[in-house]
C-alpha cells in the first residue's frame, strides 16, 4: 500500500539517470539532509547519574540471574511490578557459562522497555578474577561487550554497562583493577559505545582493602565521555549503620562521582547485613540501591532469594523488607524520565493502604514521614480530583489494595494538568497520619471499604437484597454486604472491569447467612438502594463515571466514589408477541446474547448484550420486554456502582498491550459523550484491545499465538466496513468498540481511510470516492459522519480511541502532484479539506485522539521533501477552531518496513571509501536513515511551527523487525562503500522503495513511551494482510472492487523507483488483494521478528 518514494541516486558525483520529477537540483546542491538527532542516553554530573532528558534518577532496582534463568523472562514485568525502576542482568560471556548471544541481549533490552525498567547489564564470568581460577579478566568483558555492540548502539537512554562483576579478588595489587578498567574503557570508548559505564569494586565487590575508594578517580580519568559511575556491593563487611555511611560518605567527599550499592542482601551465608540502613543511607545520600536477587540463589544463598521460586506472589522476608520496608522500593521508587517519570531525587514518603479483617471491618491508613510541615504521604491527584491512594504492589494501571482501589506509581505520574504523584499533609506536628475507618458487624449491614486521604474521606454501605421470581445476576453475601462475583477466579477475591469481586467457591466458604445469593430475582423482587456519602474540604471536580457491569456491588474508589442501585417493578404484557431485549443506557434496545450470559457478543451479524451485564445498568436500563401488541409493559432491574476513573482500565502495563481476547467477562462503560478528562498519551496505563478476528486468524498460523494478543489497528477503509464487510470476514466499527467493552479494553485503535481519490500515485489501495463525482460531500456525511455518531455513544466514552488518520495522504501532495489524480487531491474537496475536515469532527470528543500519517523517512527524509512537507501538513493540522481537540501527533512508516534504528549506521555523514554513508546507492543521499531518527525532528519541526509541546509520535514497528539469518550482527569492516552498507544495515530490502509484500519481520511489540516523544511503538498494519494482490490477472474484491493491481506488488517486475533494471519489487508471490488473509506473508514475519518471539 505504500507510495513511490523520492529518489535520488548517486555515485561520487554522477547525478542518476532516473531524478523524480517532483525534487529538482537543489537537492543535489545539498549533500546534507537534517541530521538525525541521537538520545543523549545516561550521563554522569558530579554525584549524580542523568538519565537522557538530563534529569536526575536514583536507581531503586532487583538483581536477576537471566544467563542462568533465560526462560525466566516473565521475571522483568514481576520486578517492574514492585514499583522497581531498574533491573541488573546477569549476563555470560562464556568464559564460565553458557554466553548470552546478542540476540538474547536485544531480547532483554527489549524487556526492560516494554517494562520501563533502566538495563544494568553485567558479566558475571569475572567474578574474583586473580583469586577464583575459573574466572574471566575484565579484559575478556570488554570485548564481549563489544562483540555484542550491535545490541547496545541506540540504547543509550536506557542501558548502562556494567563492565565486569566483583572482576578481582581478594590479596590482588591494586593496580589489576585500576589499570584493567582503565583499559577496559578505552577498549569500549574505542569502539564507539557511549553508555554510561559502570565500575564494580574489588574484594569480590565489597572493597575492603578501600582500593576503589583510594583510585575511583584516576580509572574515571580513562573516560574520553566522563561518563563512568562505580558500584559497592555490601554484604557482611557492613554489618552496621556507620560502616555504611562511612563508606559512602567517603567516596562521595573523596571523588565527586556516581556510587551505587549494585548488590546487598539482608543475609549473606548466615553472615548478617544491616540491609535497613544500607536503604537508609542510601536514601540520606541520593545514591542508588540494587537488591540481590529475585530469585534461584544456590542452597547456599537462599535467604537472598526476594521471591520465592520466581513467584512474585510469594516474597521472601528479605523480599518484603527490600520492596515494602522503610525506605524501600515501593515508597522511594522513581521511574526515569526517559519513561515520563517524575524528575528529581526519589521521595522518602509512603503510599496509603488500608487493610481488612474477616469480621469484615476495615481500616484505612497512611503510613507517612516526617517533613516540616507535619506529616504527609504520597497519594495521586488524579485529573484534579481529591488525592487517591498509589499502589505499593503494582507500578501501572489501576489496582485493588487492602480493600480499596489504588493507581500504580507510572500511572499516576503520566497525568496531566495538575494530576500526578503529591505529598498530601497535615500541618499539624501529629506523628500520627490521617485515616477513616469503618466497622460492620458480620450478620446485618456491613460499610464498603473506605479509602483515605489527608483531606477527604468516603464511605458508602448497601444493604442486601432477596428476591424471589424472576431472572437476576448472582453476588456474593459476604458477612453481610454484596459483592460480584467474579467470572475468571477460581478461588479467592479478585478484580474484574475496575471493581474486587469474589469466587463462588470462597463466597460458598462463608458461614451464617452468607454465600452466592441471587439469580432469582423478578416481578416480587425487594431490593433496597445502596447509600453514599462523601467529604470532602478540596474536591474540585471529578470525571465522568465508569459503571462496572455483571452485577450490582458496592465498590469502592478513593476519595470520589459512589454505588448506587435502583430497580423498577416489572409488569408483563398482554397481547401480541414479545422478545426480550436489552435497554442500555436509556438507547434504543439492543439485542440479548443466546450463547453467552455477561459481556458484550457478536452473534448472527450483529452485537448483542449477555444477560448478566444488561441488568446491571443503571437508570431505566436492564431487560425488557419489547412487544408488538397492544398492552405492553417492560420491566428493568438493574445496579450499578460507580467509580470516577475516568480511564476505566483495568490492572494493565503500560509497557504490554498484550491481553486475552473475547472475554466474555462483563464490561464497564460510561454514560457520557465527553469520555472525561484528556490524558497526554492515551497509551499510558491502558488495556489495549485485542481484535479477535485477526486474532483467531494469527493462531491459526505456525507460531502465531506468540503475537495474537497484542494490538492492531482496524482499518475502516470504506463506507461498507463501518457496518461490516459484506461477506462477514470482520466487525463493523460497532462491533469493535462492543468487543473493547466485553474484554474490558480502554484503548481502541483504528484508521481513517476513505478520503476521495484515495491512494493517487498508486493502484493497490485505490478508494471508492472520486473528487469528481461528489465525493468530498459523500466523505463528509457516508463516511465521516456515521463514524462520530458511533463513537459518540456513551456506552463507549471511557475508551480511549487513537485515530490513525488518512494513511500516504499528505505526502502524496509533496511529492506526487504530476499524477494527475493527486494533483486533483491537491485542490477543493481534497486530501487537505478531508482530513481538516475530519479532524475537526473527531476532535469535538474528548476520548478520540488523531494522529496524522506522515509516511515513513524513506520517502520524506529528503531535505526538500521534509521541509515541504513540514510546511504542508503543518498548515493542514494546526488551527482547527475553537473547542476542537487539536491532533496528539503524528504517525509513522504505517504499513511499511523501515527500522526503528539503522544501529549499526549511526551516522550518515561518515566517510567511507572516500564517500558518505548517505551517498550510498541504498540511501541516495537520504540523511534518514531510520525512523527513530526521522520522528525525532519531525516532532521538534512541528513544535517550532506551533503545535503542542506535549504531541506525541507514534512509530509502526509490526512488519519492520528484519530479524532472520540475514540480519546483520556487526558493523561491516569494509572499506567499500557499498559493501559496508550492504553488511551493516537491518533493513534487507533491495530499495528503499520496495513497499508491497515485502519479507520483513514482526519488530518491536506494542509498548507506550519507548523513547522520548514518541507515544507508542503500535501495530498499524495487522501482520499477514496483504499489501496488494500480486497477479496481474487478478479477480476482482467483491468487498472492494476499486482495489486494483500496481506492479509493484509483483515479484517479476522492475522496480519503478530505480535507476537499475536488475532491481526487483521483491515482493512476495501469490498474495491476495490488500486486507485480505496472506498467510505466507503472516509466517516470514514471525520466522524473521526481532526481537525474536
Known sequence: MKKPITSIRAQGSRIGSRIKRWLGYSTLACSCALAATANAGFSVSGTQLLDGNGNAFVMRGINHAHAWYTGETSSFANIAATGANTVRVVLSNGDQWTRNSESDVANVVSLCKQNQLICVLEVHDATGGGEESAAGTIASAANYWVAIAGALRGQEDYVIINIANEPVGNNQPSSMWI?????????????????????????????????????????????????????????????????????VSSFLSSHNLPLIVGEFGADHQGNAVDADSIM?????????????SWSGNGDCCTALDIANNFNPSSLSSWGNRLINGTNGISSTSVRATVYGGGTGSSSSSSSSSSSSSSSSSSSSSSSSSSSSGGQCTEMCKWYQDDPRPLCTGQTSGWGYENNQSCIGRTTCESQSGSGGVISSCNSSSSSSSSSSSSS???????????????????????????????????????????????????????????????????????????????????????????????????????????????????SS??????????????????????????????????????????????????????????ESQSGSGGVISSCSGSSSSSSSSSSSSSSSSSSSSSSSSSSSSSSSSSSSSSSSSGSSSSGGARVDNPFVGANWYID????????????????????????????????????????????????????????FMFVVYDLPNRDCAALASNGELRISEDGFNRYQNEYIAPIVEILSDPAYANIRIAAIIEVDSLPNLVTNLDEADC????????????????????????????????????????????????ALIGDAVNNLGSGINPIAGFVSNSANYTPVEEIYLPNPDLQVGGGQLKSSDFYEFNGYFDELSFVTDWRNAMVSRGLPSNIGMLIDTGRNGWGGPGRPTAVSTSTDLETYINESRLDRRQHRGNWCNQPGGVGFRPQANPHSGVDAYVWVKPQG???????????????????????????????????????KTGSMDNAPHAGRWFPEAFRVLVENAYPPL
Not at 188 to 213: I, K
Not at 730 to 742: K, P, Q, S, V
Not at 1026 to 1037: A, C, I, K, R, T
Not at 1038 to 1057: E, F, L, V
Open 823 to 870: 494533483n486533483e487531491a491537491n485542490g477543493a474537496g481534497g486530501y487537505v479539506d478531508g482530513i481538516r475536515h475530519s479532524l475537526i469532527e473527531l476532535g469535538r470528543l474528548n476520548n478520540v485522539y488523531s494522529y496524522v500519517d506522515i509516511a515513513h523517512s524513506g520517502w520524506l527524509g529528503w531535505s526538500d521533501n521534509f521541509s515541504e512537507a513540514v
Open 179 to 247: 589499570n584493567d578498567h582503565r583499559s577496559a574503557i578505552q577498549t569500549l570508548r574505542n569502539a564507539g559505545l557511549t553508555h554510561t559505564l559502570m565500575v564494580d569494586a574489588p574484594n569480590w565487590g565489597q572493597d575492603w582493602d578501600s582500593v576503589m575508594l583510594n583510585n575511583a578517580s584516576q580509572v574515571a580519568s580513562a573516560d574520553s565521555a566522563n561518563n563512568t559511575m562505580f558500584s559497592v556491593h555490601m554484604y557482611e563487611v557492613y554489618q552496621n549503620r556507620s560502616s555504611v555511611e562511612n563508606y
Open 557 to 614: 474508589s478513593s476519595s470520589s466514589s459512589s454505588s448506587s442501585s435502583s430497580s423498577s417493578s416489572s409488569s408483563s404484557s398482554s397481547g401480541g408477541s414479545c422478545t426480550e431485549q436489552c435497554k442500555w443506557y436509556q438507547d434504543d434496545p439492543r439485542p440479548l446474547c443466546t450463547g453467552q450470559t455477561s459481556g458484550w457478543g457478536y452473534e448472527n451479524g450483529q452485537s448483542c448484550i449477555g444477560r448478566t451485564t444488561c
Open 1025 to 1063: 494482510e496483504s499489501d496488494g494482490v500480486s497477479d496481474p490477472n487478478f479477480e476482482v474484491d467483491p468487498n472492494d472492487p476499486n482495489k486494483k493491481h500496481d506492479p509493484m506488488c509483483d515479484p517479476n517486475a522492475d522496480n519503478r523507483y530505480a535507476d537499475d533494471s536488475s532491481i
Open 692 to 747: 479477535p478476528v485477526w486474532s483467531a486468524k494469527a493462531a491459526g498460523e505456525p507460531g502465531g499465538s506468540a503475537i495474537a494478543n497484542y494490538n492492531t489497528a482496524v482499518w475502516m477503509d470504506r463506507i461498507g466496513a463501518i457496518a461490516g464487510p459484506a461477506d462477514g470476514d470482520g466487525l463493523g466499527l460497532r462491533g469493535h468498540l462492543d468487543e473493547a467493552l466485553a474484554q474490558g479494553a480502554n484503548l
Open 280 to 292: 537508609a543511607v542510601a536514601q540520606q545520600y541520593n545514591i542508588g540501591y540494587i537488591g540481590w
Open 440 to 554: 460492620s458487624s458480620s450478620s446485618s449491614s456491613s460499610s464498603s471499604s473506605s479509602s483515605s486521604s489527608s483531606s477527604s474521606s468516603s464511605s458508602s454501605s448497601s444493604s442486601s437484597s432477596s428476591s424471589s421470581g424472576g431472572s437476576c445476576g448472582t453476588q456474593c453475601n459476604w458477612y453481610g454486604s454484596t459483592w460480584p462475583i467474579c467470572t475468571n477466579t477460581t478461588s479467592g477475591w479478585g478484580y474484574e472491569n475496575n471493581q474486587s469481586c469474589i469466587s463462588t467457591s470462597t463466597c460458598n466458604s462463608q458461614s451464617g447467612g452468607g454465600g452466592v445469593v441471587g439469580g432469582n430475582c423478578g416481578s416480587s423482587s425487594s431490593s433496597s438502594s445502596s447509600s453514599s456519602s462523601s467529604s470532602s474540604s478540596s474536591s474540585s471536580s471529578s470525571s465522568s463515571s465508569s459503571s462496572s457491569s455483571s452485577s450490582s456491588s458496592s
